[in-house]
Nanobody
Framework: QVQLVESGGGLVQAGGSLRLSCAASGLTFSKYTMAWFRQAPGKEREFVAAISPSGAITDYVDSVKGRSTISRDNAKNTVYLQMNSLKPEDTAVYYC??????????????????WGQGIQVTVSS
């Protein structure tokens, strides 16, 4: 059974930084594309970033490009999202997702079959 557990969320002031982590178990991690999505109150879940199984390819939504970095450690079965220069509009529940050999640039939630429970990120102005 695939399990994804997010950590590292919380409350931060605008301009600050957070690093989200997602620990995966129950899967051959190195064969999965990993991604982060987020959902703000009253809005649909949106793609944030993705990374290919090897880590060689990454993709970002324009709103976080240049401020965020997705990375992974296949030895630790963990994916990270480093977020800098946070803005109030980054406030959302952030979800980790895993897709077996999913196209890294597909961005569609349907390509990811396993999801974490989500973790709250709140950016105060």
């Amino acid at each position: 059974q695939v399990q994804l557990v997010e950590s590292g969320g919380g409350l931060v002031q605008a301009g600050g930084s957070l690093r989200l982590s997602c620990a995966a178990s129950g899967l051959t991690f190195s064969k999965y594309t990993m991604a982060w999505f987020r959902q703000a109150p009253g809005k649909e879940r949106e793609f944030v970033a993705a990374i290919s199984p090897s880590g060689a390819i990454t993709d970002y939504v324009d709103s976080v490009k240049g401020r965020s970095t997705i990375s992974r450690d296949n030895a630790k079965n963990t994916v990270y999202l480093q977020m800098n220069s946070l803005k109030p509009e980054d406030t959302a529940v952030y979800y980790c997702a895993a897709g077996f050999r999913a196209p890294t640039t597909s961005r569609g939630p349907a390509n990811f079959g396993s999801w974490g429970q989500g973790i709250q990120v709140t950016v105060s102005s």
